[in-house]
């Protein structure tokens, strides 16, 4: 399989794009595949491309890649360790350059709030148990 110039445009194998040289389409490809919901897929590519945009000197979208990543990954790692991330983030002169970047960072870790939001809401296990045993 070639590398295509749009990944949505035809059916992409996670594997095969793996091979792609080209980070652009990898990110895009990353890109399609998490909006997809499928982070699994979606995660190689970005670490792909973050490899591949760190080796090429470009901050902006390693950054994006890195970010990918990290959301992709997010069930295996901790949601506040990625919170403050994505806060420290929103400090750094790249993303506060780049409107678009500053979107998406908000929006990731407005979505990471609001799911250890509801994780406080829900009541642990423990506070299940003592309701239970009394």
Not at 72 to 79: D, I, K, L, N
Not at 96 to 121: A, F, M, T, W, Y
Request: glycine letters at 4%.
């Amino acid at each position: 399989m070639g590398t295509p110039t749009r990944p949505g445009a035809f059916h992409i194998d996670s594997a095969d794009a793996q091979q792609w040289a080209d980070p652009q389409v990898l990110l895009a490809a990353a890109d399609h595949f998490y909006w997809l919901n499928n982070g699994p897929a979606a995660a190689p590519l970005y670490a792909r491309s973050e490899k591949l945009f760190s080796e090429r000197s470009d901050a902006r979208n390693e950054l994006h890649a890195k970010v990918g990543r990290l959301r992709s990954e997010a069930e295996t790692m901790s949601f506040v360790d990625l919170s403050r991330f994505l806060n420290e983030q929103l400090q750094n002169p790249i993303v506060q350059g780049d409107k678009r970047l500053r979107s998406c960072h908000v929006e990731h870790n407005s979505h990471i709030r609001h799911i250890l939001s509801s994780l406080n809401d829900t009541p642990s296990c423990a506070h299940v148990c003592l309701a239970v045993h009394r």
